[in-house]
């Protein structure tokens, strides 16, 4: 594993370092902007029908509150920046030579690491009180561990068991808690207050249960890297590639309301959702 993280590492190293110009921070100003947008009323857009009268296409009480509980504004604003430094410099170049590997490789890593990350999953279903999605994740984990040789084939899916992933965040939502404040993790990236105490709660459970004692001791320095290279990897995510000035405010906005409907969707939730392959519209995830 070692030498796997110092080709990547020798990869970045040939790799010519480009250093991004952001936009300047201007907080006051910002606000001011999205006050006089927020006052033109954008949303009150409207069309002509067929028979002359105007249709407002979507009215503004419809439009969800672009207010987003943020107290540790200044703070999270500066590992905003810090982590995409960080992302441009080292973070982008080692996920794009991990890229470079040859397709199987990255499959048995990525699989590995989900078939890894199953047991915890487990755990907090049975936290949520969704036994069914944990027996279904606890068959996949024993098929991929044995069939699928360590988790490195992901033979579950195959035989129709989908992979369905939870964490202990989503376990203190199914209980009530709120989101909380908006948080940026240095590295990690935007994040609430619940969902950083959910990173440590899932760290916890995998550390005790500590499968194939792979989460103690020099193993666990070595596979923790390689864990976040192919999640960074696998995640398409830029920072600033919209080029919007407010790239800051809409991130923080979709990704908490998105944690909320995320909430909305665990609540409402109480049998699997069974999928009639035989019908023309069904979608499956």
């Given amino acids: 594993m070692l030498v796997f993280a110092a080709l990547l590492l020798a990869g970045c190293a040939s790799e010519p370092l480009t250093v991004h110009h952001l936009p300047p921070q201007t907080p006051a100003a910002d606000t001011a902007a999205a006050v006089a947008l927020a006052a033109s009323n954008p949303f009150q857009s409207a069309v002509s029908t067929k028979d002359g009268a105007d249709t407002a296409l ?3 009480a419809a439009v969800p509150p672009m207010h987003t509980y943020d107290p540790w504004e200044r703070i999270n604003r500066f590992f905003y920046r810090f982590n995409t430094r960080f992302d441009e410099a080292i973070f982008l170049p080692v996920a794009n030579n991990y890229q470079r590997l040859p397709a199987p490789l990255q499959a048995g890593v990525h699989n590995f690491f989900g078939n890894l990350a199953e047991p915890t999953t487990v755990i907090n279903d049975v936290l949520q009180l969704q036994l069914h999605s944990g027996l279904r994740s606890l068959g996949r984990f024993i098929i991929n561990s044995s069939i699928g040789i360590g988790g490195l084939f992901d033979v579950a899916t195959r035989l129709r068991l989908q992979s369905s992933p939870t964490g202990f965040s989503a376990t203190l939502g199914r209980w009530g808690l709120h989101p909380g404040p908006y948080l940026v993790i240095p590295i990690l990236g935007p994040s609430t207050l ?11 459970l995998a550390y005790g249960v500590n499968v194939a004692d792979l989460y103690r001791g020099a193993k666990g320095y070595a596979l923790w890297p390689i864990d976040v290279t192919d999640q960074r990897a696998n995640t398409d995510f830029r920072y600033y590639a919209s080029g919007s000035p407010f790239e800051y405010e809409t991130t923080r906005f979709l990704y908490v309301h998105r944690e909320l ?7 409402a939730r109480t049998t699997p959702t069974v999928i009639d392959h035989k019908a023309p519209d069904a979608v499956s995830h």
């Fill in 194 to 204: 619940r969902d950083g105490v959910g990173l440590l709660g899932d760290y916890g």
């Fill in 261 to 267: 409907l995320e909430d909305e969707a665990l609540h």
């Fill in 58 to 60: 979507l009215q503004a």
